[in-house]
């Protein structure tokens, strides 16, 4: 049972990051957007749940009150319709879904345009800085998603089992990754892909060639953004709990960075591995604290291993092996394979 709960735990948080990582591959992988605002889209999906599904259902029901007291109720009842309906569940998760990637396509656009035009230095720290903003708004402000409080969020798999329901939920999740890794693919493995690789290299030749550059950051950053918020979504949903507190941007921005960085940069097999090794070790060093803090005396918890590893990791492969653990390859869209097979 011990090790059954291992896996899940690796599945799911394998799959919330995978989702992540391509949309931050997207834009800093290809696009070499280094967006270290990455949290503020995850929290955009929260901010669907906890601040407007929650509410939809509230005035749906006819339940007054605030965002925690009336989500309490909202999710009693929500619970009961979808065990003895498991259509509105799905429905429901569907609807979560779709929302939560419409709100991170348009936080993203908006939110990238005060720094659209910046050079790569600036254009990190100020993202940075707006994700913060956010994410101290809705700390600190319990009328959004309860703030330090939290709010609850309806069950969505309210009809499974509850033994079983973190596997079914880990099955879920993962689809959705590979849905996001099919889409990724096919996006990436066309001129726009070759388009953001060279806007990665040298923007200038893109200017040169009449890109502009501003325009094609905005419809990458939003797509990026899309695409995290729907991770946001599904960590709420599953956690059956919105808080604030749980998307900061070590978990959310910084562990991201890391596994791109370790898969490979412009390059979603890569980051896929990256994301596994990463989420591996990870949950191996939660569930084995006190084993490995006794096995090694450590004169500290074992959780804080997890960021002195990581920090010598990212180090290791910034300095001996840049190019991750798979190496980028050209990109291979239609006409450049017919080409090759002419000329063979």
Excluded at 62 to 72: A, R
Excluded at 274 to 289: A, D, E, M, P, Q
């Amino acid at each position: 049972m011990g090790l059954e709960h291992t896996l899940i735990n690796i599945a799911i948080w394998f799959g919330l990051y995978l989702i992540v990582a391509i949309s931050l591959n997207l834009e800093y992988g290809y696009g070499g957007i280094p967006n270290f605002g990455r949290a503020l889209a995850v929290i955009m999906g929260a901010i669907a749940v906890g601040g407007i599904v929650n509410r939809i259902l509230m005035i749906i029901f006819g339940i007054s009150g605030n965002i925690i007291s009336g989500s309490s109720s909202a999710k009693a009842i929500v619970n009961d319709l979808i065990a003895q309906n498991p259509a509105f569940g799905i429905g429901l998760l569907i609807f979560t879904l779709l929302l939560s990637g419409i709100i991170g396509v348009i936080v993203g656009a908006v939110f990238i345009l005060p720094s659209a035009k910046l050079e790569s230095d600036y254009l990190a720290i100020t993202l940075l800085a707006i994700s913060e903003v956010v994410f101290m708004v809705s700390y600190y402000n319990p009328d959004l998603i309860g703030g330090y409080y939290g709010v609850p969020t309806p069950d969505v798999l309210a009809f499974v089992p509850g033994e079983s329901r973190d596997l079914v939920f880990a099955g879920v999740i993962l689809i959705v990754a590979l849905l996001v890794y099919i889409f990724a693919e096919r996006l990436l493995n066309t001129p726009y892909g070759r388009l953001l690789k060279a806007m990665r290299e040298n923007e200038n030749v893109v200017k040169a060639y009449g890109r502009d550059i501003m325009k094609i950051r905005i419809k990458t950053v939003a797509v990026g953004s899309g695409i995290a918020a729907m991770a946001g979504a599904l960590y709420s949903l599953y956690s059956v709990n919105v808080i604030a507190t749980a998307f900061n941007r070590v978990e959310w921005t910084f562990y991201p960075f890391l596994m791109v960085l370790l898969g490979g940069l412009g390059n979603n097999r890569g980051v896929a591995l990256g994301v596994l090794t990463f989420v591996t070790i990870r949950i191996l060093l939660i569930t084995y604290k006190y084993e490995i803090t006794h096995a090694l005396h450590l004169p500290f918890e074992a959780v804080w291993l997890e960021y002195i590893l990581f920090g010598i990791l990212m180090l290791l492969i910034l300095f001996y092996k840049p190019e991750g653990l798979i190496k980028e390859k050209p990109i291979m869209t239609k006409p450049i394979k017919k080409a090759m097979t002419k000329r063979s």
